[in-house]
């Protein structure tokens, strides 16, 4: 840990406990969905073993190198790009539970803290979590109480609402208000950014609605395309190693 995140931690001591708060209040109540869950349909094996630890970490590697994978967008402000670093947070909660996913998005946070430190105080980084939980949660919890291709489609199309919601809200009433008092500028500034590129953007709620709202939309919906096109095909691979393959019995010998 490099000695500018620890001068960030001392200085924010009390916002970092508060992120750490409401990482803490998700655990607690992923952990009592999951087991609700799996009361339902019968499961009694550990939420977490030594495979899933093992995947934790192998995902949430993978998710802090994705978060290096930016793409500007050209109906949003620069300071607003998207990646796919949700993505393996959403096939590990969907092959192995919520708690998964959470845990994940957490320790992805985490790598890019202890690797990149912080230039937002802490902020960008509980906004990457909340957003990201916002869409792995919903999407990872309905689909843990019926696994079907089915529902795998309604739970990414339910998570990409909810991260459309929640990412447009939190940036209206807390995102775009911290980011204005961090860097000093006034919030005028911020939405003057998005009015250039789109002269409808006049306040906070265009803002939110024309350049938030759709990034959101086109994150979630990717994240969700490309996990219910491979998850059932990487699924036996995660959970026991190998590679499932249907048996054809044999036609009946007439002779």
Do not use: H, W
């Not at 995947?55 to 109906?75: D, K, Q």
Request: glycine letters at 8%; hydrophobic letters at 55%.
């Amino acid at each position: 840990m490099n000695n500018n995140l620890l001068t960030s931690i001392s200085e924010n001591a009390g916002f970092v406990l508060g992120f750490l708060a409401i990482v803490l209040a998700l655990f607690i109540v992923t952990y009592a969905f999951e087991k609700l869950a799996r009361k339902k349909s019968g499961v009694n094996e550990r939420i977490l073993n030594t495979r899933t630890m093992v995947v934790i970490g192998v995902f949430s590697a993978i998710s802090f190198v994705l978060m290096f994978f930016e793409v500007a967008l050209p109906f949003a402000p620069s300071f607003y790009k998207i990646d796919l670093s949700d993505l393996p947070a959403l096939i590990g909660a969907f092959a192995f539970g919520p708690i998964v996913g959470v845990l994940i998005e957490f320790i992805k946070i985490l790598l890019n803290l202890i690797f990149q430190g912080t230039t937002t105080a802490f902020v960008g980084e509980l906004a990457n979590f909340i957003v990201g939980c916002s869409f792995v949660l919903p999407a990872s919890i309905i689909y843990s109480f019926k696994k079907t291709r089915k529902t795998a489609i309604i739970a990414t199309v339910v998570g990409t609402i909810t991260i459309t919601a929640c990412g447009t809200i939190f940036n209206a009433v807390y995102l775009l208000p911290a980011f204005a008092a961090l860097y000093g500028m006034p919030l005028e500034s911020l939405i003057g950014m998005g009015t250039a590129i789109n002269p409808n953007v006049t306040d906070v709620t265009s803002f939110v609605i024309m350049c938030v709202a759709p990034l959101n939309i086109l994150k979630g919906g990717i994240d969700s395309v490309i996990t219910v096109l491979i998850y059932k095909r990487i699924s036996p691979i995660l959970k026991t190693g190998t590679v499932s393959r249907v048996q054809k019995k044999a036609p009946a010998s007439n002779g």
